[in-house]
Structure formats: C-alpha cells, structure tokens
C-alpha cells in the first residue's frame, strides 16, 4: 500500500512529492493527461522567486521532477480513473489497474476554458488551438492574422509570444480594458503588431465548411455589430475549469468545482489533501500551487504521524 499519492504533476503536486519524498514517504506521483501541469505551456516564466532572467516553463518543471526524483518521488505516467474514498485504504484506478493508499494529495490543476462554440469543436487543432507556445511555430500561421481571445494574462502572453510569427494579432475583448496585470497589459499594447478588438466577443469561428480556420465572427457588445475578421489562427485564453470532475459528490468543491479545503489543505474527507489551481481560482501562480504543494506535503506528513503512531 502506498503512503502518499499524489495527483498531478504541476508545480502543486511536484513540490508536494519534493517534501513528501524528503519525509521519507516515497510518494508515488501521477502525470494525468498534461504531465508538468499548465506551466509547461508558458514560454518564460519572470515571476517565480530565484529566476531573474526568468525561466522556460517547461524547463522549471523539468527541473522541479528531477529535484523531487532525487529524494525518491516515483513519477509515472498515468492517469487516476477513479477514486474511491469511503473508507481506509483509499482505493484508486489508474489505467485500469487497482492501487491502495493511506494519503491522496489532489493537485489536479485546471484546463483550458473554451469559448463554448460548435465551430470552436469542429476546428480544433484545424487552427483553434489553447496554447501558442505548443503551436503558434506551426507552418500555418506564419505570416498570417491571428486572433487571441481575452483579456487576462494569458491572452497577452499568448498575444506576445504569437507576435513572433503572425502578420498581426488581434486580441479581442469582451470589455475595454485589460484584466491583466499592468506590467502585461502596457507590454502588450504597447506592441505594434497587436491589435486590441474591443467590446467584443467571438461569435463563430470560420469556416467550418472549409473544415480550416479563415476568420471570426465578432459581436460588438455596445453597438450590437456584428463583423467578420480574417485570420489563420484562433487561440483561446479565457481562463480556466479545475480538474475535478473525478471528485464530484465526494470532495467538497464549489458550484465552479474549485475543491474548498476545510483548514489548510485538508479537505473533507481525512487523509485527502488538495494543492494548487484545482482549489485556487483567486492566486492562481506557479508559486502560490508551489507553496499549496508544500502545505499539502506537510499536512499529510503529520495526518500519517498520527495515524501510525
Ligand atoms: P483570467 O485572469 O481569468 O482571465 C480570463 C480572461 O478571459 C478575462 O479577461 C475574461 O474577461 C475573459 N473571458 C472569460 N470568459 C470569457 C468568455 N466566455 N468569452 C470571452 N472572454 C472571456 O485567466 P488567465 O489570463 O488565464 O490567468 C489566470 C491566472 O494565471 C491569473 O491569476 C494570472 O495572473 C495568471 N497568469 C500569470 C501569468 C504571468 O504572470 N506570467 C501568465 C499567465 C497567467 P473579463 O476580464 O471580462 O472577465
């Protein structure tokens, strides 16, 4: 049986597997379907503590596995089925096959948010994509208008890094200004190749009967108007959803089904603990799921202490 499994291998569930591992419990770590979580994504990483230069994301995940891995974390790939929390041993599926564990520490994280289109379905990867630095290189959108949906960090990042490849990037926005941050959203306006869309919401992406990405539907929410916009590209970055679904009816979470811990990162159910982005929706940083991932560490730690004493 296993003392500590932990679900996700984001900056959450791998800095939980870093303390974990260093407490001599040798947790046994799950990648899911986006192994390194969210942060792999990102192209340079400016916020995270002891980076001045800033760092690859993917490269800080990297790094932050090996670290875990030396003190004797096992991370597979692999995903959690089913869960199984009544009563001890925890009993979980994880690709068909049955384990048993004493802690489960939830660092699910959270998956991109789509606009919610039956167009946006149909042409995805056909140039609706979620993340520009896993796909604005493709061969398609070189020299071609892209459209970024959003206004948060994300979509300037997303815009930034897009403007390496496009003719011109439309960042289209359902209000007037920027939610985020100021330092992004000067970066991003600022540059001469983005071009802010403002008021307005993407209605259909086109053109599924060419079963390829052509341009945009917008709708001018002040005016009412409605207009089309040539493009190659559509990236989507309008937030996220946790990944919780596995927990629903059993872990407490809220109506969004962000998981609401009880005290620290208990939940509650004893002997689960949740970290990061799948019970955050206000920080939402590297850092804050890192130091999630280290509460929920420290919390199972104590939780077995008493248990096996
Ligand atoms: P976010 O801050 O929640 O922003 C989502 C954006 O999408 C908002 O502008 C929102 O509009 C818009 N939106 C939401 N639903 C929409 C819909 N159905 N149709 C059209 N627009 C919609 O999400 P995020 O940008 O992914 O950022 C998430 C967190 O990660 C934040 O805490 C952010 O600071 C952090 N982050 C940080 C960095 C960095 O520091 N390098 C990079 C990326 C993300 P409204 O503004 O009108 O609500």
Avoid at 176 to 181: G, I, P, Q, T, V
Avoid at 220 to 244: M, Q, R, W, Y
Wanted: glycine share 10%; hydrophobic share 40%.
């Amino acid at each position: 049986m296993e003392k500590v499994v932990i679900i996700g291998t984001g900056c959450a569930g791998l800095t939980a597997a870093l303390y974990t591992a260093r407490a001599n419990l040798a947790p046994l770590v799950f990648a899911g379907a986006m192994p390194g979580g969210l942060l792999t994504t990102t192209s340079i990483v400016e916020n995270f503590p002891g980076f001045p230069e800033g760092i690859d994301g993917y490269e800080l995940m990297t790094r932050l596995q090996k670290q875990a891995e030396r003190f004797g974390a096992r991370v597979q790939f692999g995903t959690v089925e089913a869960v199984d929390v009544k009563s001890q041993p925890f009993k979980l599926t994880v690709d068909g096959e049955p384990l048993e564990a004493e802690t489960i520490i939830i660092a699910s994280g959270a998956g991109h948010r789509h606009l919610g289109l039956e167009s946006e379905d149909k042409l995805e990867r056909k140039g609706v994509t979620y993340c520009a630095t896993c796909d604005g290189a493709f061969p398609m959108f070189r020299n071609q208008p892209l459209v970024v949906v959003g206004g948060g960090d994300s979509a300037c990042e997303e815009a930034t890094y897009l403007t390496r490849f496009a003719s011109v990037v439309y960042l289209v926005h359902r209000r007037d200004s920027l939610r985020a941050s100021k330092i992004m959203a000067e970066r991003t306006l600022a540059h001469a190749k983005i071009k802010p869309v403002w008021d307005s919401v993407v209605t259909e992406v086109l053109d599924v009967k060419q079963d390829k990405v052509t341009g945009v539907r917008l709708k001018n929410l002040k005016t009412e108007k409605e207009s089309t916009l040539d493009c190659a590209g559509v990236f989507v970055a309008i937030g996220h959803l946790p990944n919780t679904q596995l927990f629903k009816g059993v872990i407490d979470m809220d109506e969004n089904g962000y998981i609401i811990p009880k005290r620290g990162s208990e939940t509650n159910v004893p002997g689960v603990f949740v970290a990061g982005d799948c019970s955050d929706h206000v920080y939402r940083q590297a850092i804050t799921a890192a130091g999630m991932g280290c509460a929920a560490a420290i919390d199972a730690e104590r939780y077995l202490a008493a248990r096996n004493q």
